[in-house]
């Protein structure tokens, strides 16, 4: 599919200027009908991908807009959300195989977003959590995981809870969260809100660990109880090493 830059400014102009509503959606939907003209040509070319792509947008954000109208129009009751995810998820599910098949080349294609992208991030984000117990484990310092502490009642909790407190660079340790990320500023300003502060307020100061770095800036809670660091610490100071053992 070849758009004029005319074509392709028009388009890229009335995505930016629209509400994120369906209403919205319907009348780009009456303006732009080249999804529905690229299949009716050539069902297996890769029309959605190549629509998302010229106008600068996420395929698998495409590719749920464009299956949501579907199911809008075909089903009797709107779609739910967890419909919509478990479709985008498999689109074999997807009753219409011109769509499913355009769903699932945005799904492959897209290396920001979409149920694809988020495998990854959890799998990554899993190997990163089993580095950091092993490395709990082999300073033998006694810990709580995230499954231990919901067990308990604990609606969000951190990665891990430490039973005997430590102290790195002189700042207390109650916690520790594995991030397998970069933290840039607007990530850790969200955590920070959503997850950082909250894990302060019930447990007392905690250590972050941004694996793959951080701004070096965003690490000024430190005194306010939040430690940002970009590998596990290698100078942590147990009780053991400030009072005598037996």
């Known amino acids: 599919m070849i758009l004029t830059k005319a074509q392709y400014d028009e388009i890229a102009q009335c995505l930016v200027s629209v509400p994120p509503t369906r209403q919205s959606l319907r009348k780009l939907k009456q303006r732009f009908p080249r999804y529905l003209n690229g299949v009716g040509r050539n069902g297996a070319a890769p029309v959605l991908l190549e629509l998302a792509n010229e106008v600068d947008y996420a395929p698998s954000l495409m590719a749920r807009i464009i299956l949501e109208r579907f199911l809008q129009e075909h089903e009797e009751t709107p779609p739910s959300k967890s419909v919509i995810n478990s479709m985008l998820r498999?689109?074999?599910q997807i009753p219409d195989g011109v769509l499913a098949n355009q769903v699932y080349q945005c799904i492959v294609n897209d290396c920001c977003y979409g149920p694809l992208v988020d495998c990854i991030k959890h799998a990554i984000g899993?190997?990163?959590?089993?580095?950091?117990?092993?490395?709990?484990?082999?300073?033998?310092?006694?810990?709580l995981d995230e499954d231990q502490l919901r067990a308990k009642g604990y609606d969000k909790t951190p990665d891990f809870i430490l039973q005997v407190p430590v102290a790195v660079e002189g700042h207390i340790i109650h916690w520790i969260e594995s991030k397998a990320s970069?933290?840039?500023?607007?990530?850790h300003h969200a955590y920070l809100h959503d997850q950082f502060w909250s894990y302060w307020n019930r447990f007392g100061p905690g250590l972050v660990i941004y694996w793959y770095g951080f701004i070096q800036e965003l690490d000024?809670?430190?005194?306010?109880?939040?430690?940002?660091?970009?590998?596990f610490p290698t100078d942590i100071v147990t009780l053991c090493h400030s009072v005598p053992c037996p």
């Open 182 to 187: 970069f933290g840039d500023e607007c990530s």
């Open 126 to 143: 899993h190997e990163h959590e089993v580095l950091l117990r092993d490395m709990l484990l082999e300073k033998n310092l006694s810990f």
């Open 90 to 92: 498999d689109p074999s």
């Open 220 to 231: 000024c809670n430190r005194e306010r109880g939040i430690l940002l660091k970009a590998c």
